[in-house]
């Protein structure tokens, strides 16, 4: 009787009766009782997250793009003065929402789960994204608060907090190159074929941009420093192609999605009514 | 005879083991009162915290501070206790996992998203203490190194609450979406955990200034964050331990009916 | 049932998955931008660069390139062995082509050796850090390519996988390495 506990084969009996009618209610009904609302709303939470988090780092706090490694200390002393506020509200910000970030690891490890591998895959992929955030966003986040802190500070000090941050935010590269390497392996192996092998292929992409950058702990200028037009700017239009695409494959992956474990259906030619 | 749908629901979803093992979680749910009374002892121990200090502090108060003969072992001893036991809220969020788990939800979704939020709250307090300990290791150091440290520490103790306010978002509506006539939680938790999650909002937002409301000692960064975050424990302690103790009852139950047939 | 006869036409397109050919075409357009700020930077600071290249030894460059040329070729012939069923064959050639590959590794790593030990080190000059950067990425892609390769004999060795898709669409990938190599061996020794 509840529609939230039918087993597996009879999945499609839920999805057949959405009321027709207004917008309004359709959305109250699949809110309510849509088999597939639980993944819908956690989609809904990663467009969410991206649509805050870039506007809050590049517009709020303005700490990406980054500035240049190469800046003497007087220049650094006074990109934190100009951000004493922008910092703290844009990275507030930030910090409000980062467990966001929670949902969509947890979607994707629901995407290895339908997968035919083992569940180590998506076990493995949600411990080593969820342990990203702190080295690869919150703690230089912290840095960057304490720096805006106290603009008395010594300059000296201050010149380590800087390097700190912007270091870490595109230096932090282990969990992601490992991370994809394991969405990776997933996609190419799996037999259910939840997402096509060129998106597989895409994550070896952004692997390897973490490989790109790993010359930044080096350089202190050109382009491979961590502002460099390789290390930061080509290494960005990667890693946003491969945001913007893995966003949109989530969402197809929710539209096929059947609940079963075997190959999933592709969406049919037509426009599909069900969601 | 134990409702039809939450069986169904059970075996739908765990096929190869029912019941549910589940030797060792009384173990795991008694640690939480030890665990809170050590935490609250170490807390009063920390001349830092009763009453906050003050962020508007100068760089030689706050070296004064850690190099005070008396306050020093306080701070190392409450600081080495915190380090010991800080971890111990994981097992319980993990047990909360477990009872997500058995939720009626068409995907183990909201369990995965509780998953990769339970190490975040601990693992920032532990670098906010291993600061903490640092400024308290050379109280000969130049005191704007240690106010650096004693900075360091405060910001990321006032800040820890992404994951916080994640795994109250998430438990709440996963509590919302459990549709099951006896639900594993009822609806006012799930209110409450969001009433949790606006409190410990505005301790983001502590970089702001070093005096009023969002300061680290302010109302909202510390008395109201601490606070959610101290009846928070205790609400969920209470009411985890309900849900552990029902289930098992219920997990009795069925196996004494199986041998009865 | 749909679905394989749509395999089928599309395997008349391209050898191989035609995923995989995105993914050529995808890293070939970021080789591309590299090597075009490598050609904006050059235009700046021509002697600079020109210093940097006279050190280079060319016929390291032309030995590897050959080298590898060799492996494409071995590759594609496991291609057409696997194709007639001639598996052992198919096997013997993987295994050219990963001596090759170990040979032009065993000769880069060599050579890298021999410019640090000279001074030309990633960071002493703007040519050598686009040299390292171009070489050292090409040589992630190449150790990738052991695993690729690794895939195929994986796929030979059992009559009950060889799939020749999958055979095509590692070979693709090995072409691919060395395509790049060409045109980093172009760019980087040749052109001064």
């Known amino acids: 009787m509840s529609t939230v506990v039918t087993p597996p084969e009879s999945g499609s009996n839920a999805e057949a009766t959405p009321p027709s009618g207004p917008t309004h209610r359709r959305i109250a009904w699949h809110l309510r009782h849509g088999p597939k609302r639980e993944l819908w709303l956690a989609w809904s939470t990663l467009v969410v997250f991206y649509n805050l988090f870039f506007p809050m780092v590049f ?69 080593i994204y969820s342990l990203s955030a702190l080295p690869g966003l ?60 060129w998106f597989g292929y895409l994550n070896l992409c952004n692997a390897l941009t973490e490989v790109v950058v790993a010359p930044c702990w080096i350089f202190g200028r050109g382009v491979l420093a961590w502002n460099g037009q390789i290390a930061w700017w080509l290494d960005m239009v990667v890693f946003g192609v491969y945001q913007v695409t893995f966003i949109v494959m989530l969402f197809q992956m929710i539209r096929r999605e059947d609940f079963g474990t075997g190959p999933m259906p592709d969406l049919p030619r037509k426009r599909a009514t069900a969601s | 005879m134990a409702d039809i749908g939450e069986n169904v629901a059970e075996g739908s979803r765990s096929p190869r083991n029912s019941p549910r093992r589940i030797d060792g979680e009384l173990i795991l749910l008694w640690t939480l009162p030890a665990a809170v009374i050590i935490w609250a002892s170490a807390f009063f121990l920390f001349p830092g915290f009763m009453p906050p200090m003050s962020p508007t502090m100068s760089a030689d108060q ?24 800080g971890v111990c809220l994981v ?53 704007e190194l240690t106010q650096l440290l004693n900075d360091f520490a405060w910001i990321t103790f006032t800040i820890l609450v992404p994951f ?75 009411v985890l331990g309900q849900a552990v103790y029902r289930e098992r009852a219920e997990i009795q139950r069925r196996g004494a009916e199986l041998d009865g047939a | 049932m749909t679905d394989l006869t749509d395999k089928n036409k599309r395997a008349t397109f391209v050898p191989g998955q035609p995923d995989m050919w995105a993914f050529v075409l995808f890293e070939t357009l970021v080789f591309t931008a590299y090597f075009g700020f490598y050609l904006f930077y050059r235009a700046k600071s021509p002697e600079l660069f020109l210093h940097g290249q006279a050190q280079l030894d060319l016929r390291i460059g032309v030995f590897n390139t050959l080298v590898l040329l060799l492996s494409s070729w071995s590759v594609a012939r496991c291609v057409q062995s696997a194709r007639v069923g001639a598996f052992r064959a198919a096997l013997r050639d993987v295994y050219i082509t990963a001596a090759c590959a170990a040979i032009f590794l065993f000769f880069k ?52 996988r060889r799939s020749q898709e999958l055979v095509e669409t590692c070979a693709t990938y090995w072409h691919t390495v060395d395509f790049l190599w060409v045109l980093i061996f172009a760019l980087l020794y040749v052109v001064r």
């Open chain 1, 59 to 127: 517009v709020v706090a303005q700490v990406q793009p980054p500035p240049a490694p190469a800046w003497d200390l007087a220049t650094q002393v006074h990109y934190f003065h100009e951000r004493h506020l922008g910092i703290p509200i844009g990275l507030g910000f930030i910090f409000a929402i980062t467990g966001m970030t929670a949902v969509n690891n947890a979607l994707i490890a629901y995407s290895m789960r339908r997968m035919s591998i083992s569940r180590a895959f998506g076990y493995s992929y949600l411990l």
């Open chain 1, 138 to 197: 919150l703690l230089l986040c912290i840095a960057l608060i304490v720096a805006t802190l106290r603009p008395e500070r010594d300059p000296k000090v201050l010149g380590w907090l800087y390097d700190f941050a912007f270091l870490s935010f595109d230096g932090t590269m282990g969990v992601f190159l490992i991370g994809s390497l394991i969405w990776m392996v997933a996609i190419l192996i799996d037999k259910n074929r939840v997402f096509p092998k």
């Open chain 2, 62 to 85: 706050v070296a004064a501070f850690y190099r005070d003969a008396a306050a020093l072992p306080e701070i190392r001893y409450s600081m080495i206790v915190f380090n010991w036991f």
């Open chain 2, 91 to 143: 097992p319980i969020l993990t047990l909360i996992v477990m009872q997500i788990r058995r939720m009626a939800h068409r995907t183990p979704i909201f369990s995965y998203a509780m998953l990769g939020c339970v190490a975040g709250g601990p693992a920032l307090f532990l670098v906010a203490n291993v600061c903490w300990l640092l400024a308290a290791f050379r109280p000969e150091r130049s005191p």
């Open chain 2, 164 to 238: 916080l306010i994640a795994q109250s978002v998430i438990l709440a509506v996963a509590i919302y979406f459990d549709d099951q006539p006896r639900p594993i939680f009822s609806r006012w938790v799930a209110h409450f955990n969001l009433l949790v999650a606006a409190a410990l909002t505005p301790a983001a937002f502590v970089g702001l200034s070093l005096s009023g409301p969002l300061a680290w000692d302010g109302v909202l960064s510390f008395w109201v964050k601490n606070v959610a975050i101290g009846v928070w424990v205790v609400v969920m302690g209470v």
């Open chain 3, 109 to 160: 790593v060599f050579e890298w050796a021999r410019l640090v030990r000279n001074g030309n080190g990633i960071d002493s000059s703007d040519f050598f850090t686009y040299y390292f950067f171009l070489t050292g990425i090409h040589f992630v892609h190449l150790l990738i390519g052991f695993v690729v390769l690794g895939v195929v004999v994986y796929q030979l060795r059992s009559a009950a």
